[in-house]
């Protein structure tokens, strides 16, 4: 999984974020990968709030978990940085997060909330 495709990739599996991806782009003249996937946080956050949908949020936090694994160094500092910080700035999110995330993932998010000195 290479960063410089993250985007169309993470969209051929989630379809339901291609209009948020082609906003994106008509609003950026290209794609942002952190930018595109802090936008997407939001949603994520949401839905890991809810806890309504848990195939849907499981299937996200595979494909975080194939981030996490598979992913070039880009990617993976995309998953820290910009997709997993933003679920420990609440520790009832990150606590629901914990129930789906792989140990790669888990072991990303871990560090860093040391990192925002947080754990």
Known sequence: MEYKDLAIHFTEEFEEYKRYLQEHIEFNGEILNHVFFGECSNYFIELIGKEKDIPKIKELFDYLELMATSGDDDVKELLSVT????????????KNA????????RKASNEIERFWGRN
């Open 83 to 94: 997709i997993l910080a933003q679920l420990g700035d609440s520790k009832k999110i990150l």
């Open 98 to 105: 914990y129930k789906y995330m792989g140990s790669e993932t």
